[in-house]
């Protein structure tokens, strides 16, 4: 039975006798799996009084649309169009077709925003699916070597050559599945992810490897340790803060090359049982 602190000391010790390619592909894993108008208003008011200078130099007030004739005389000049007040019942109906408007308006926002997301989803699904996840595999395949000989970056591009097809398809029902439970209730995800965490590491050791034996023997791995595994996870948490800390440097240098390290220790002791042996030989890429 494996311990937090036996998959620590060996995942320490590997990671550190290659260092600067491991901190490299660990950077790169967490890159790609831990990414008007302007209305001007005025106002019209009408009434109230200016001045002018008559022929002696008098001061006259004259008023200004201060009587119904002179209101008319505007309005058949074509100044003022409308001498009544709107009644409540225009306004009422001026509000119900502005309220209509700014409905109609939001629902086109709104389904304009919903395809838009799903569009860029779709896209971006595809790009790891195709992209991202076989370079997950390759990066996992470079940990699993480094465990116990000093591993390659060309590892991270084993997947390209070796089992791509199958590679793509099994990684990406992976993430269907994740997410589809994650969607449905949050803790069921979480759950699915920790089952399935061993389907990258298979693949790597075996890329023909068909998806229905990945999803069974991923399961079988972490059946009984998954809250363990999720433990083991937590105990990062203080090196997490640290890289906070340091504004991600320590994070960069240290804690992904660690953690990334570890958990392929981890894979190692579920997949080839007690004391933790040394890793089979893998085919070389």
């Known amino acids: 039975m494996w311990t937090r602190s036996e ?21 790169l894993l ?3 799996v831990g990414t008007s108008g302007a209305a001007i208003g005025g106002r019209a008011t009408f009434g109230g009084a200016s001045g002018s200078l008559d022929s002696d130099g008098t001061m006259v007030e004259e008023q200004v649309l201060t009587t119904d004739d002179d209101l008319a005389e505007f309005a058949d000049d074509g100044i003022v169009s409308d001498l009544d007040e709107p009644g409540p019942e225009s306004l009422m109906q001026d509000v119900a077709a502005l309220q209509d408007e700014l409905g109609n308006g939001i629902l086109v926002v ?3 925003v919903v395809v838009l997301f ?11 699916a195709l992209l991202v996840n076989p370079l997950e595999v390759g990066g996992r395949r470079f940990f699993l070597f480094n465990l116990n000989r000093s591993a390659q970056i060309a590892e991270l591009a084993h997947a390209y050559d070796h089992g791509y097809r199958n590679t793509v398809k099994t990684m990406f029902l992976r993430d269907i599945k994740v997410i ?7 803790v069921p995800g979480i759950v699915k992810s920790y089952e399935y965490r061993m389907i990258p590491y298979l693949l790597a050791e075996d890329p023909q490897m068909t998806p229905a034996e990945a999803f069974s023997r991923s399961r079988e791995l972490m059946d009984g340790n998954k809250w363990r595994a999720f433990v083991l996870d937590l105990s990062f948490i203080g090196w997490d803060l640290l890289g906070l800390l340091t504004l991600g440097i320590v ?3 240290y804690v992904d090359p660690y953690r990334a390290q570890t958990h392929a220790a981890l894979y190692e002791a579920l997949r080839y049982g007690n004391g933790m042996p040394d890793f089979a030989q893998l085919p070389e890429a």
């Open 110 to 112: 709104g389904a304009a």
């Open 251 to 253: 994070t960069f240098l």
């Open 30 to 32: 967490s890159v790609l």
């Open 118 to 128: 799903l569009v860029v989803f779709a896209v971006i699904l595809v790009i790891e």
């Open 7 to 27: 998959l620590k000391a060996k995942a320490k010790a590997a990671f550190k006798t290659n260092y600067w390619k491991s901190v490299l592909v660990a950077a």
């Open 180 to 186: 589809g439970w994650a969607l449905l209730l949050v």
